[in-house]
């Protein structure tokens, strides 16, 4: 079946670091899904990805979904203590419904 | 206020006695599912339904029950508790039955203890 991999599995910056999350499919993805959340909450949507070679910003945050489809990336610039929480990616199989979601990366920040 | 509430937030149970987790949202929205998430395992999900009367299996279903009757309502049904259906569970919904367009609104989350 689908599995989406997703590292490093955790990771401690120093506050003002960069930081990058990586997302890799064992199959094609139709679209790709962003979430964060943050301890003790639920998750929350950040941003979709559906067209290869996709790239969007929000403010400090880049989203880069890869030419074949396959892979994705999260990049925060200069990472804030409001960062901290884990990052999880979700994408849908072609041809499935069903989103299957990678085991997130969690992020530290040092103030 | 647009939001997605489960009941309860908390429980603790015993091996083989059923209960139900509901999840109910305010938004109208088509799809709804139900994910388990276990530390290391990221979200896994259970049953999805796209609508009132159409429901489907995620990629753990083995266990677990759903039903939509109504639009607004999509509880999960535990027949038979074992340990290891302990976690923590969340409710989503999407506006529209085309999930490919549309971002997941996530309840508060059910965690869940079964000894």
Same mark, same amino acid.
């Given at each position: 079946g689908q599995q989406v991999m997703q590292i490093p599995q955790y990771q401690h910056v120093q506050e003002g670091e960069d930081f990058t999350t990586y997302c890799n499919s064992s199959t094609t993805l139709s679209n790709i899904q962003w979430y964060k959340q943050r301890p003790g909450g639920h998750p929350v949507f950040l941003i979709q990805l559906v067209k290869s070679g996709e790239v969007k910003k929000q403010k400090r945050l880049t989203f880069q979904f890869g030419e074949a489809k396959k892979n994705s990336s999260l990049h925060i610039t200069a %990472?804030? %203590? %409001?960062?901290?929480g884990t990052y999880f990616c979700a994408g849908r199989d072609t041809g499935r419904r069903a989103l299957t979601f990678g085991s997130g990366t969690r992020l530290q920040v040092q103030p | 206020e647009a939001q997605v509430t489960q009941n309860p937030r908390y429980l603790i149970t015993v091996t083989g006695k059923k209960l139900t987790v509901t999840c109910s949202q305010n938004m109208n929205h088509e799809y709804m599912s139900w994910y388990r998430q276990d530390p290391g395992l990221g979200l896994r999900q259970i049953y999805y339904s796209m609508n009132v009367e159409v429901t489907d299996k995620g990629d753990v279903p083995e266990g677990y029950k759903v039903s939509r009757k109504e639009k607004r309502n999509f509880p999960l049904i535990l027949e038979s508790p074992s340990p290891n259906q302990t976690s923590l569970y969340f409710c989503a919904s999407i506006p529209? /039955? /085309?999930? #490919? #367009?549309y971002e997941q609104y996530f309840g508060p989350g059910t965690r869940l203890t079964v000894t």
């Open positions: %990472t804030q %203590t %409001t960062d901290v | 529209k /039955g /085309g999930v #490919s #367009s």
